[in-house]
C-alpha cells in the first residue's frame, strides 16, 4: 500500500471486552512505534519495534496492554479487559518521523 | 527529562494573516524537532523537521520553523493563512535522534476567519 493503514478504524468495546488493533506499516520500514492520543492531547508513546524485536515499551500504562510484531511487519496492539479509561486514539507510525496511520479510535462504554 | 511546550492551546488568525504557533522544549541532547499537522479524525501528517544544519527549515504548505538553540525554541510560521490550514498543529521533539520515539507537545487548535 502507499501509506501506514490501521484496522478497524472505529471500535467500540464494553468495559471488561478485549480488543486488537492492527497496523499494516510501509513495505520495508523497519520501525514501527505505538501511540496513544486522549481526546484533546498530544500523541503519547507506548512502544517500539525494530523489526521484530520489541526494543522500547515503557511507554504501555499497565499490564493489560500488550504489543507484538511476529515477523516484522504487521503488528497488533491488545489490550485486556479494556477500561473507560483506554478511550483514545491509537496511532502506529512506521518509519516513525514521517508516516502516521490514521489511527484507529477506541470507545470503551 | 525532556519535554514540549506549545504556548495557546488555540489560536485564531484571519485569512492572509502571519500564522505563527510556539513551541519550547527541553532536552538534555541536540534534539531533533518536528512539526505535525493534523485534521479531523486522520492521522498526524509530517510539516517539517530540524535535524542539523541549517537552522531555518521550510516545510510543506508554506510553513517554516526556525531552531533557536538559545531561546530553546523551534516555533513554527506562515506568512499568509488560507482557510484549509485550519487543523491541530503538534509541536514534538526526538531526543534520541531519527530513531527514537518522539514526545509531543499539548497541540495547538489554529482557526482561520475568512
Known amino acids: 500500500g502507499a501509506g501506514v493503514s490501521q484496522s478497524p478504524r472505529y471500535k467500540v468495546a464494553k468495559r471488561g471486552q478485549d480488543v486488537a488493533l492492527r497496523c499494516d506499516p510501509i513495505?520495508?520500514?523497519?520501525?514501527l512505534f505505538w501511540y496513544q492520543q486522549a481526546l484533546g492531547q498530544g500523541p503519547e508513546f507506548l512502544t517500539y519495534?525494530?523489526?521484530?524485536?520489541?526494543?522500547?515499551k515503557s511507554g504501555l500504562p499497565s499490564d493489560r496492554f500488550f504489543a507484538e510484531r511476529p515477523e516484522g511487519s504487521v503488528s497488533t496492539l491488545k489490550i485486556q479487559r479494556t477500561q473507560q479509561e483506554d478511550s483514545a486514539v491509537y496511532l502506529c507510525a512506521s518509519n516513525p518521523k514521517e508516516y502516521f496511520g490514521p489511527g484507529t479510535r477506541l470507545l470503551v462504554l | 527529562a525532556q519535554s514540549v511546550t506549545q504556548l495557546g492551546s488555540h489560536v485564531s488568525v484571519s485569512e492572509g494573516a502571519l500564522v505563527l504557533l510556539r513551541c519550547n522544549y527541553s532536552?538534555?541532547?541536540?534534539?531533533?524537532l518536528f512539526w505535525y499537522v493534523q485534521y479531523p479524525n486522520q492521522g498526524l501528517q509530517l510539516l517539517l523537521k530540524?535535524?542539523?544544519?541549517?537552522?531555518l527549515v521550510k516545510g510543506i504548505n508554506g510553513f517554516e520553523a526556525e531552531f533557536k538553540k538559545s531561546e530553546t525554541s523551534f516555533h513554527l510560521t506562515k506568512p499568509s493563512a488560507h482557510m484549509s490550514d485550519a487543523a491541530e498543529y503538534f509541536c514534538?521533539?526526538?531526543?534520541?535522534?531519527?530513531?527514537?520515539?518522539?514526545?509531543f507537545g499539548q497541540g495547538t487548535t489554529l482557526q482561520v476567519k475568512p
Open positions: 530540524y535535524t542539523t544544519g541549517a537552522t
Open positions: 513495505s520495508g520500514h523497519v520501525s
Open positions: 519495534f525494530q523489526n521484530e524485536a520489541q526494543l522500547d
Open positions: 514534538a521533539v526526538s531526543p534520541s535522534g531519527n530513531t527514537g520515539k518522539l514526545i
Open positions: 532536552s538534555s541532547v541536540p534534539p531533533y
